[in-house]
């Protein structure tokens, strides 16, 4: 039985993660929602009439609960790649960057992490990246 760690490959933004483990028989992918709005709206922003100040959370509090819906999201991701080995992370934006310092903040999990830049990928083209960079020729190895 062989006891080395699967690799995975993810495509990440701010809105949504997917993760692709290629396997001996295909794959296994799972699809993460963060639930963050990009712009944050008002909650008490009127669609019409005057604007009341005190109607509208200050600007630190929407931060402070726009960063723990991304920690969450975060924890969500690292907790699925736990037990990865090799770690491909592609994404458009900061995103990448930001999941990459979450999974090495936890020093019992040791991975090798490759950050690239990559636009909106289909699942396919995801698991077909994934496939190709961890693909391992059997006729190659000693």
Sequence with gaps: ???????????????????VVPTETGEETKHIQSKVEKQLRRSGEPDHGPFEAQEVPADDSREREYTGHLARYYDEIVSYLR?????L???PGEAKGELQ???EKRP???HTIVLETADKMTEPQLVALVRHRFHRDP???P
């Excluded at 995975?8 to 993660?17: N, Q, S």
């Design 108 to 110: 019992d999990d040791k």
């Design 1 to 19: 039985m062989n006891n080395k760690r699967p690799n995975a490959g993810v495509w990440i933004d701010h809105r949504e993660a997917i993760i």
């Design 83 to 87: 037990k990865a080995g090799d770690i």
């Design 89 to 91: 992370i592609l994404g």
């Design 139 to 141: 006729a190659r190895l």
């Design 101 to 103: 310092k979450r999974l």
